[in-house]
């Protein structure tokens, strides 16, 4: 069990990669729940603009996870509030563009 930790912030960061894969190959913006409720200028772009950021926050999981194989626990998890943090304030600018 020493290795749990970086086993689920691999398993999380590959799920929320393969969703903006498929986000980004299907370009669909009924893929996105609430989707309806988004005011969109335009729904393809929205879907993949969409994807980006969800690839963006999956970023610090898989770096919490390589750095948590070297069972450096405390600084993994500093990287994964620091980078969890740092991916939303650039994902609210990504989006700026795309939201009414």
Same mark, same amino acid.
């Given at each position: +069990?020493?290795?749990?930790? /970086? !086993? $689920? +912030? &691999?398993?999380?960061?590959?799920?929320?990669?393969?969703? =903006?894969?498929?986000? =980004?190959? &299907? @370009? /669909?913006?009924?893929? $996105?729940?609430? /989707?309806? /409720?988004?005011? +969109? @200028?335009?729904?393809?772009? #929205?879907?993949?603009?969409?994807? @980006?950021?969800?690839?963006?926050?999956?970023?610090?999981?898989?770096?919490?996870?390589?750095?948590?194989?070297?069972?450096? #626990?405390?600084?993994?998890? $500093?990287?994964? !509030?620091?980078?969890?943090?740092?991916?939303?304030?650039?994902?609210?600018?990504? +989006?700026?563009?795309? $939201?009414?």
């Amino acid at each position: +069990m020493e290795y749990a930790f /970086s !086993i $689920i +912030m &691999f398993i999380f960061g590959g799920v929320l990669l393969l969703y =903006a894969g498929e986000l =980004a190959i &299907f @370009k /669909s913006p009924k893929l $996105i729940p609430r /989707s309806y /409720s988004a005011k +969109m @200028k335009d729904p393809k772009g #929205y879907t993949v603009q969409f994807a @980006k950021v969800i690839a963006l926050v999956s970023v610090p999981f898989l770096a919490a996870g390589v750095i948590g194989l070297f069972r450096w #626990y405390i600084p993994a998890v $500093i990287v994964l !509030i620091g980078g969890f943090i740092g991916a939303c304030v650039a994902a609210a600018k990504l +989006m700026q563009d795309h $939201i009414d």
